[in-house]
């Protein structure tokens, strides 16, 4: 079965610096990744996604993320932190088209003036 | 504002209790996603349904059921409620049943079990 991790459920950086949420995944087929935030009382928006095509994949916003198979890695970056991405950001795995979505546990990014 | 629709906003309910969820997607969309968010057990994925059949199953418990209707409305059903239960419920809908599809997700039904 796949699973997700998410290392630091809460990063904090300042507004400008460098964005680094990380997200492992464990599975036993190439599997399908996708990144989504979620703001205060919201629901989900959908950031990216990897559905096996570039390994570097462009989102909203300024994000990105790569995947990287040999680290089972797909990490989500942005060069400079706004006020307004600060948020719960959540790394999910699915392995195929009508299979289950296994989320992570979240990381909640602060942005500091 | 996603185009997704979910009512009630909050519901208050007792152990023992059964609650009827709903969703209406997007115009257009034919396929619902159900979602649990709890501090327990995080985010979770439930159920997908397809213009009208189940297509995907994810952690649903066998008290929970949901539905979707012709007018592609959904229902989510919980029974014998406990405490556990409480949590945010999510609904999300996009256009087709695939993983290229955007998946746009509604504001959620806070639910309280007492």
């Known amino acids: 079965a796949q699973s997700v991790t998410q290392l630091g459920s809460h990063v904090s950086v300042s507004e400008g610096a460098l964005v680094l949420l990380r997200c492992n995944y464990s599975?036993?087929?190439?599997?399908?990744l996708f990144w989504y935030v979620q703001y205060p009382n919201q629901g989900l928006q959908l950031l990216l996604k990897y559905t096996s095509a570039a390994t570097l994949v462009k989102g909203i916003n300024g994000f990105e993320a790569e995947f990287k198979k040999s680290e089972t890695s797909f990490h989500l970056t942005k060069p400079s932190a706004h006020m307004s991405d600060a948020a719960e950001y959540f790394c999910a795995v699915t392995l195929n088209y009508g299979q289950n979505f296994v989320f992570g546990p979240g990381t909640r990014l602060s942005v500091l003036p | 504002d996603s185009g997704v629709t979910q009512t009630p906003k909050h519901l208050i309910t007792a152990t023992g209790q059964r609650v009827t969820l709903r969703c209406s997607p997007r115009s257009g969309d034919l396929s619902v996603y159900w979602y649990q968010q709890s501090l327990d057990q995080g985010l979770q994925f439930l159920i997908q349904y397809y213009n009208g059949e189940e297509r995907a199953k994810g952690n649903i418990l066998e008290r929970f059921s949901a539905q979707q209707f012709p007018d592609l409305h959904s229902e989510l059903n919980l029974s014998s409620l406990e405490l556990g239960d409480s949590a945010l419920y999510f609904c999300?809908?996009?256009?087709?049943?695939?993983?290229?599809?955007?998946?746009?997700f509604g504001p959620g039904t806070r639910l309280t079990v007492t």
């Open positions: 999300a809908s996009s256009v087709g049943g695939g993983l290229n599809y955007e998946q746009y």
């Open positions: 599975s036993s087929v190439p599997p399908y």
